[in-house]
């Protein structure tokens, strides 16, 4: 049932698959409209926009777990059934969606197989056939990994080759891979992009949706842009320089540009770090953080940077070393003596971390301050009230009311309410761990305004983030981690990309370097 | 190449305590060999202080005792493993107990043995059934609706009891409890079918790997194209005629049924479920892993007779049996742990 034997590169002018004006709304809100768009056989064809532009409805649409409104989707001229998985299939749609599709608990070749199953009699499985198979498969993308091994216990770049190979097991045409790189290294991303060139060449088409400039600029055919669910444009990728992408995508001059004039004049030091060790973790961190001031931290994945942060909120106990706000030192390891101290932290995972998510935005402004806005000890609606709404006016969170469910804004807004939710208790020194990841272009300037603004008014600002231009654009002074040491210091004049990385690699790896910038430091660095 | 983060993603346990936690890992994945291992240890163990444990009657005697236990379990494996619960095993074994008896007894309905079995086993498959449509279709949180079934069932019980035992049953249906095959009681035939049914469905067949897939990744499988509700309705469904099958083949053992049949019944069965390393989230366990549970906490009450430490000792079986539970939801908590730390 397989062909394993590659094919022949297929001439790439004619489309294969056309969507026709495919049209979906939820509950109302339109997700997409009348979106046309059509896909060459060995096609790598890039889909961007930002969050909520209906990338993810277009792909579910095609894939067949959502039925769309009206349009059709038409595979060689024959029509698709709408919302039918397995007719998707059987045309050779498949989608790697952005949320796991594997199956921990189980080997590889249950996750190839599952629920195609090969059989030798009726129901009973055919083992050794799915086995060889699998192992053919396998070889194919140029990856040896042990099939019986559940899949929790490998890498998740190992687990998503899987996920490549069960899409090849079924023949498939198309291959829709949503945001792919965004938990790779950067030599799994190297590795990813092999094999689709590879899968390219044997004439699969690849959808490929990337938030990543650098990504789309290295691999795609053609891009495809959605902006609130209607079609922007399809063009060759040679014919659409960066500026005209993002304009495309945001609808608007980005006011990013403002690279803001650093604000210079600091005040007293707010947050001072002395020789602060966690053996396995980080050692030996020493560096302060004044008033009105940003510090970047910059670094690889791993490199300790955010349990530092961890550390320095109380959620970690350090081993050695001090912790002192405004020259008085903090009670090592608790969270309470922290915020006390006037310390926030607005952790990396605002969705497990920084929300409750089902619960509204206005509970979820309120849970930090919830003590102090009593009266005679009950809680003061009339306090409450005031101060969500002064929290939604100088964040700008854009919610019909403050009583719908955080779960149901975008990323920049949810990522507002969580920053939100701290600076709530009026802190004076901010932890910032990955403040926009996930958040769209437009949203991430609002973000960044805001941000300054604090800086602005007095905040001690320490901001870890693996976004280079991100960091450049907001600190003023940064800070470089590699394997648990601080590796370097740059002020904001001599600060570059490229020698933030050159702290940041492990020594002797130059050539490493050049490799990683050209991947695109997005990839080097999202990885970092 | 580039940095060391990718080298240490490559490899998930770090090279210092590798042996141990691998160790750890296998153990609490393959939770058979544990269950396996402690089975052996307490055999040899309470058979060195009293050989006449390891007799053959009394091995007998305590494989009679464990199969009912062994051949609900299968059927519940299937259930948990889908991430659902069915706590409603127990009363139902008990008014299955009524029906059979009331059903062939000369007093009541006197129909034929074999009619009398055959709707027996309808029966408990149909509450099994609309124990899995409830839950299905209905979408109600397994937990409560099998609890609603549990309280309904015993209700039921009851009012057909009348407050009567049922001491009348015909010797064609003691045959099931007390007939042997090949000299070997027909109990034991019955379990050894449906553990090897069992095993043959969870390993070999598409629907049983569905299972696992379903109860791993339930979202994952309808991307799959898996109609997950059919495979929970599945679950359920054999369960509710696995406990029929357990009590046709253990009920006629006794000459009279009382309505204090099934007492119990479920909490040894989810014991052997939890136990044989079945993960109550789902997408982990086995039906052999469950069956080995069965025979070891089987082993708790002769074991406490056997050793002779008195009378009040046997009053030890229940908590004993309650600290195994314990001991296998920890022995899970630990693995995760030394796997999420392994993955640092």
């Known amino acids: 049932m397989l062909s394993l034997t590659g094919r022949k590169p297929v001439d790439t002018r004619e489309p294969f698959l056309e969507i026709h004006e495919l049209s979906k709304s939820y509950a109302g809100v339109q997700a997409l409209t009348d979106v046309s768009l059509n896909i060459r056989p060995g096609e790598i064809h890039a889909l961007m926009g930002e969050n909520g532009a209906g990338k993810s409805t277009l792909i579910k649409c095609l894939s067949g777990s959502v039925r769309a409104d009206s349009g059709a989707v038409e595979v060689n001229s024959a029509l698709l059934p709408a919302g039918d998985i397995a007719a998707a299939e059987a045309a050779g749609i498949v989608a790697l969606h952005q949320e796991s599709t594997a199956f921990p608990h189980l080997g590889a070749i249950d996750n190839i197989f599952i629920g195609r199953e090969l059989r030798r009699a009726p129901g009973l499985l055919d083992r050794p056939r799915m086995r060889r198979e699998a192992h053919l498969l396998m070889e194919r993308l140029g990856e040896s990994i042990d099939l019986d091994r559940p899949l929790e216990d490998l890498s998740l770049a190992q687990r998503q080759m899987v996920g490549i190979a069960r899409a090849l097991s079924r023949r498939s045409r198309l291959l829709i891979l949503d945001e792919p790189t965004a938990s790779l290294s950067a030599r799994e991303t190297q590795t990813l992009f092999r094999i689709l060139r590879q899968l390219q060449a044997e004439g699969v088409a690849i959808l490929y949706i990337s938030h990543r400039l650098e990504e789309v600029y290295a691999l795609a055919d053609r891009v495809t842009v959605l902006r609130d669910g209607r079609l922007i444009g399809t063009h060759p990728i040679g014919d659409v320089d960066r500026g005209t992408l993002v304009r495309m995508m945001v609808g608007r001059e980005l006011l990013e540009q403002e690279q803001s004039e650093s604000i210079g004049a600091t005040g007293d030091v707010m947050l001072e770090v002395r020789g602060l060790s966690r053996p396995g973790e980080f050692a030996d961190i020493t560096f302060s953080v004044c008033a009105g001031e940003i510090v970047g931290l910059a670094g690889l994945i791993g490199a300790g940077r955010t349990e530092v942060a961890a550390t320095i909120f109380g959620i970690e106990c350090a081993r050695q070393g001090s912790i002192l706000v405004r020259g008085v030192p903090l009670i090592p390891g608790s969270v309470r003596a922290s915020i006390a101290g006037g310390i926030a932290l607005v952790p990396e995972d605002r969705q497990h971390e920084g929300l409750v998510l089902p619960l509204s935005v206005r509970d979820n402004l309120l849970l930090s301050v919830m003590n102090s806005l009593t009266h005679i000890g009950f809680r003061s609606r009339w306090k409450e009230r005031a101060s969500v709404e002064k929290s939604m006016r100088e964040l700008g969170v854009k919610a019909a009311n403050p009583g719908i469910a955080v779960n149901t804004l975008s990323g920049g807004n949810q990522q507002k309410v969580s920053l939100g939710k701290w600076l709530a208790t009026e802190p004076r020194i901010l932890l910032l761990d990955e403040p926009t990841r996930g958040v769209d272009v437009g949203a991430k300037a609002e973000v960044y305004r805001l941000i300054r603004s604090l800086a602005r008014s007095g905040m001690a600002t320490l901001l870890i983030s693996s976004d280079l231009p991100e960091i450049l654009a907001l600190s003023d002074r940064i800070l470089v981690m590699r394997e648990g040491r601080l590796s370097g210091e740059l002020s904001r004049a001599e600060a570059t990309e490229e020698k933030i990385l050159a702290f940041a690699l492990p020594a002797g790896l130059d050539a490493s370097l050049e490799t990683a910038t050209e991947t695109n430091i997005a990839a080097g660095s999202k990885a970092v | ?344």
């Open chain 2, 1 to 344: 190449m580039t940095n060391r983060t990718v080298e240490t993603a490559d490899t998930p346990i770090p090279s210092g305590n590798r042996s141990l936690s691998t160790l750890l890992h296998r153990l609490a994945r393959q939770r058979e060999y544990a269950v396996l291992a402690l089975l052996i240890v307490t055999l040899s163990v309470v058979g060195a202080v009293n050989p006449a444990f390891l007799s053959g009657g009394n091995l007998r005697d305590m494989l009679v005792q464990d199969a009912p236990i062994v051949i609900a379990a299968c059927g519940l494996t299937f259930v948990v493993l889908l991430g659902e619960i069915d706590i409603s095993i127990g009363s139902l074994m008990g008014l299955l107990a009524t029906a059979l008896g009331q059903l062939c007894s000369p007093s009541h309905a006197a129909l034929p043995v074999w009619i009398a079995v055959t709707l027996t086993l309808l029966l408990g498959t149909g509450i099994g059934l609309l124990n899995g449509l409830m839950v299905t279709l209905g979408r109600m949180p397994s937990i409560i609706v099998t609890l609603g079934m549990l309280t309904v069932l015993s209700g039921i019980n009851l009012l057909l009891m009348n407050g009567k035992w049922i001491t009348d049953l015909p010797p064609g249906l003691r045959w099931f409890g007390v007939g042997t095959m090949l000299g070997i009681p027909i109990c034991l035939w019955a379990a050894l079918f449906v553990v090897l049914g069992a095993v043959l469905l969870a390993r070999e067949t598409p629907l049983g790997r569905r299972i696992y897939a379903a109860g791993s990744n339930p979202d994952a499988a309808r991307l799959a194209g898996l109609s997950v509700w059919k495979l929970k309705l599945f679950a359920f469904t054999l369960t509710g005629f696995l406990t029929a099958v357990a009590t046709v083949i253990s009920v006629p053992r006794l000459s009279v049924i009382e309505s204090g049949v099934g007492q119990g019944f479920e909490l040894l069965v989810v014991t052997c479920v939890v136990v044989g390393g079945t993960s109550i989230s789902g997408g982990r366990g086995s039906i052999i892993g469950s069956a080995l549970a069965a025979l070891l906490l089987g082993l708790v009450r002769p074991m406490l007779i056997f050793l002779r430490l008195g009378v009040s000792a046997s009053y030890w079986e229940r908590a004993i049996q309650g600290a195994f539970i314990l001991l296998a939801v920890l022995a899970d908590h630990l693995a995760r742990r030394t796997r999420r730390d392994a993955r640092r």
